[in-house]
């Protein structure tokens, strides 16, 4: 059965390609006859073989002319395909200009928002250490007297201030260490690390909070070793 499926197949193909040599050659003859048809009109409308042999050399003086506009429209389209080319160029530019743009202004936003939230986070704070019923409410060192809470409550505050100005970029690390080691000297501020420094370091270590935990943490560690500041 596969056998005569593929004889099939061949004496179908077989048959399409005569059709398409008988078609193709037919074409080819009908070319002959309507060329052969066009040169005798041509003839007989310039009043024979001669004249229209004149008529013809007469037409080649003309070639030169009809070089040089080819050659002027190819200039003229060489041109054009050079302003399209720069006014892509212009406005790949002006797209790029638009996403930086665009990626300033997000980045803004969430400098806004995350300040918003900070201010919100202080609000809070100032709150919760004015009113000690309401340091009961979020407490994160739950035993403690309410004049310790309050310490530790300005000592986190103190904390994100300058982890703030480290994201910002306003500090750099030596500073940063530097204000770590002043701060450490406090016992209060050193009670609030030990309460808090479990939790701070589960940060991810590269994150921006992660790394300005290590730099307080390498000033708390020289207090208690009593080594010397680096340089």
């Known amino acids: 059965m596969t056998r ?34 066009l040169i005798e009109g041509v003839e007989r409308a310039n009043g024979g073989l001669r004249k229209a042999a004149q ?8 070639g030169a002319v009809s070089a040089v506009f080819s050659g002027v429209a190819l200039l003229l389209l060489i041109v ?3 302003f399209q ?15 930086e743009e665009l990626i300033a202004s997000r980045d803004e936003l969430r400098r806004s928002a995350a300040a918003d939230l900070r201010a919100l986070h202080l609000q ?14 979020w407490n994160d060192w739950p035993g403690q007297p309410p004049a310790d809470v ?21 500090t750099t690390e030596n500073e940063v260490l530097a204000h770590a080691r002043r701060l450490v000297q406090s016992p209060s501020f050193r009670r609030y690390w030990l309460l808090s420094r479990e939790a701070k370091a589960a940060l991810p270590p590269e994150s921006v909070e992660g790394r300005f935990f290590r730099l307080f943490d390498r000033a708390v560690s020289e207090t208690r070793t009593g080594g010397s500041p680096a340089a």
């Open 4 to 37: 005569g499926a593929g004889w099939n197949s061949v004496t179908r193909y077989g048959t399409w390609l005569i059709a398409a040599v008988i078609a193709i050659a037919l074409v080819c003859l009908a070319s002959i006859a309507v060329s052969g048809w």
């Open 55 to 62: 008529r013809s050399v007469l037409g080649e003086y003309f």
């Open 80 to 82: 054009t395909l050079l």
């Open 85 to 99: 080319q720069r006014e892509l160029h212009l406005q790949r530019q002006e797209l790029a200009l638009q996403r």
């Open 124 to 137: 809070l704070t100032q709150m919760q250490m004015a009113d000690p019923a309401l340091a009961d409410v």
């Open 150 to 170: 309050r310490q530790l409550l300005f000592a986190n505050l103190t904390y994100g201030h300058y982890m703030l100005l480290y994201e910002w970029g306003s």
